[in-house]
Every structure is written in C-alpha cells, then in structure tokens.
C-alpha cells in the first residue's frame, strides 16, 4: 500500500470511528443548521409566490463556500426570509434533528432566536411553539426507526437573544424561555452579528434569566473587543462559545474560572476568527485539561458536522481514539439540561466504553 493509500485508509477509519461515537451537541444554531437542499427548495416556494424579489441571486448565496463573518450574517438575513413561516419552522426542526441523531449524536441542544412577524401572524411564542412541534415530529419518526438510532437523541432548546434586539425585547425572550420550561427550554444564548450592538444592552435579560434559574451561554471573543470580553468574563456565564480573540491576561483570567468554552473549529477558521487550526486556542485548552466541548455552530452554512469536528480534532492536535471517546464523554458534564438526564447520558457511555477502549 503507497503512504498515500495508507493515509486514505487511516481517514476513513478515523471518520467512521468519529461518526459511531456516541456525541454532544452544545453549540447549534437552528436557522444555521438547514441543509441547502431544503433551504434551495425553500427559495424555490419563495420565488413562485414572489416573496423574495429583493434577492435575484438568491441561489449563489446559499451555495457560496468560504464566507467571512459578515457574509455569514447576510446568509443568516437570507434565510430568515426564507424561514418565516411556521410550517417551515417545523419543517426545518425536525430535519436538523434526524441530521444529528443520524451520526449518533444521542444529546442536542439546539439553539434559536424566537421571532416575531407581523406579515405572517407570528409572535417570539408561536415561533417556539413552532420549533417544538418539529422536535415532536422529529421524535415520532426516530421512534419508527429506532433500530438505527440505537441510543436515540434527546434534544434541549436554548432561546438565543439576537445581538440587534433591544432590553426589552431581550427580556421578552427570557419570560419566555421560562413559560417554556417544562417544555424543553433549558437556557438563554446571546449571540448575533459581534460588531452590531452593545453587550451591556442585555445584561438586564441576562441577569434576570440568571436569578430565575435560567443558565446562560454567551457568544465571547468573537472579533478583538478586550472590554467586552472582560465584563463577560466578569458575568461569569455558564458556558462561553468559541472565545477565540482574548488578551494574554484574559487567557490567564479563562484559566481561573473554568468556564466551559463550546469549540467550533471550522466556524472560527470559515470566518477569520481563528487564522489557521494551528493557531486555535483548543491546543492550549486541551493540553491544560480546560473544560471544553466541541461543536458544529452552523453545520449547514459551513457544510460540516460533528463528526467531521472531531476527525479535525484529532488530525490536528494528533489525539487518538479514546481522546475522543474521552472528550465525547465530558461533555455531558456541560450541558444545561436537567441531572436525571445527565445521568441517562453518563449511562450511554458507560456502556459504550468498552468498545471504544
Ligand atoms: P437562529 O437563531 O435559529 O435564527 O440561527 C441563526 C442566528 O444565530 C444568526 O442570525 C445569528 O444571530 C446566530 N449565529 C449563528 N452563527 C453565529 C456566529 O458564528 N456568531 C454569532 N451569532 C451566530
Ligand atoms: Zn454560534
């Protein structure tokens, strides 16, 4: 066998290893988790009722590879066109969902920033109402075929609050998230376009989740803002996405505090927050036993998957196998779901474990 046709042979073993591990899923934007088939379909519905003339080229910019953070962001304005109506909505849920459950992931927690409007009847709360139907849905279908989902997917939602809202519709979110509890909400997620708006906007929505028991995760370190990372860093949220651009002293300050950072390697590469997987943070993280879980963030607008995630973290930071049983495991110790749970996770492993020695 030539070293080429070693190499070949070694990948497919690792991406097949990668997509049989039994994952957690922490970090997943809903409206950026959509396969492109469905979102061209989508456009296709739009473009018959004429509801999307103000995008003639629609096409190119779902399919366009390699976008930089702000191109990214005008994805995210395409589709939410293209995603308002509730029947979509549901639509699209329950596709994300078969998609994880299809390479084992056995814990999701989705996130969405609930939206209102007028032209379609729909308000923050049938947005929701409209995500947990897709959940329903998808549950009923893995059910029909359990026999290929053997450990099943368990799926949390995370209401996101969108870095353009304002304080009181921020807060609107939080009520919501906690009229949703018993159906599955179990945490708020600030995130958005990172040079658009103030943190400190949301800081009272964030406080008041906090003390009704609500845990938080807030997108940090996502382009160079120091302040901001260190009045973050000083709400100490439950867990932090991606954290990719701190200052020395702030990696010192991360360090102390052990908040767990949701790691998402080919969105911080696609979107220039990261220069190139050499330099990404997870080596020092890692090697520190920093608490950490990895993540896909957008696995339809950056065409990857969690499988995918852990092959490059193995082939880039040289980890083996168990390393990666191993990662896959800890992170049930992240998520923001409640401990029975948890515990139904940790069973999941212990039972896997032997075969991924
Ligand atoms: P949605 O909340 O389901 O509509 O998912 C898409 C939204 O997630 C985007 O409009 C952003 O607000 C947020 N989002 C997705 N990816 C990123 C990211 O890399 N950084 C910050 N926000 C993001
Ligand atoms: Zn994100």
């Known amino acids: 066998m030539s070293s080429n046709q070693a ?3 070694a990948r497919e073993i690792l991406v097949r290893y990668c997509k049989r591990l039994p994952k957690i899923e922490l970090h997943a934007h809903l409206n950026g988790s959509i396969r492109d088939s469905t979102l061209l379909e989508l456009a296709q519905e739009h473009d018959q009722r004429g509801t999307i003339s103000s995008y003639p080229n629609v096409r190119e910019i779902i399919l366009k590879e390699d976008r930089s953070l702000q191109e990214c962001f005008k994805l995210f304005d395409v589709i939410h066109v293209l995603t308002t109506d509730h029947s979509f909505i549901t639509r699209i849920t329950k596709e994300v969902i078969e998609d994880f459950a299809a390479e084992n992931v056995v814990y999701l927690e989705l996130r969405t920033t609930p939206k209102s409007n007028v032209l379609t009847g729909m308000t923050k709360r049938s947005y929701v109402e409209a995500v947990l139907a897709g959940i329903t849905k998808a549950n009923l279908v893995l059910c029909e075929n359990h026999q290929l989902h053997a450990h099943g997917i ?3 939602l995370l209401l996101s609050i969108d870095r353009r809202e304002t304080t009181d519709q921020a807060i609107e979110t939080v009520k919501l998230a906690l009229e949703m509890k018993s159906h599955g909400v179990v945490g708020i997620d600030l995130s958005g376009n990172p040079v658009t708006g103030n943190w400190k906007t949301f800081l009272p929505a964030l406080t008041y989740a906090r003390q ?4 938080v995760t807030l997108h940090c370190g996502e382009v160079h803002n120091p302040d901001e990372v260190e009045e973050m860093l000083a709400f100490h949220p439950d867990r932090l996405g991606h954290a990719c ?3 020395e002293s702030q990696w010192e300050r991360l360090h102390n505090l052990r908040i767990p950072v949701e790691v998402c390697f080919t969105s911080n590469l696609r ?3 990261v220069k190139s997987i ?3 943070h997870f080596a020092w993280l890692y090697k520190t036993h920093y608490p950490l879980v990895i993540c896909t963030d957008d696995r339809g607008v950056f065409s990857t998957n969690l499988s995918s995630e852990y092959a490059i973290a ?6 083996s196998e168990h390393d990666l049983f191993e990662l896959a495991k800890n992170a049930t110790r992240f998520i923001f779901a409640e401990e ?3 515990r139904h996770l940790d069973r999941i492993f212990a039972g896997v474990e032997p075969n991924y020695r």
């Open 340 to 342: 029975p749970l948890k």
């Open 154 to 156: 368990q799926v949390r």
């Open 271 to 273: 979107t220039g927050c």
């Open 212 to 215: 009704c028991g609500l845990p």
């Open 7 to 9: 190499q070949h042979r």
């Open 245 to 247: 651009v701190l200052q």
């Open 278 to 280: 050499c330099d990404h």
């Open 314 to 319: 193995a082939t880039s930071f040289d980890l």
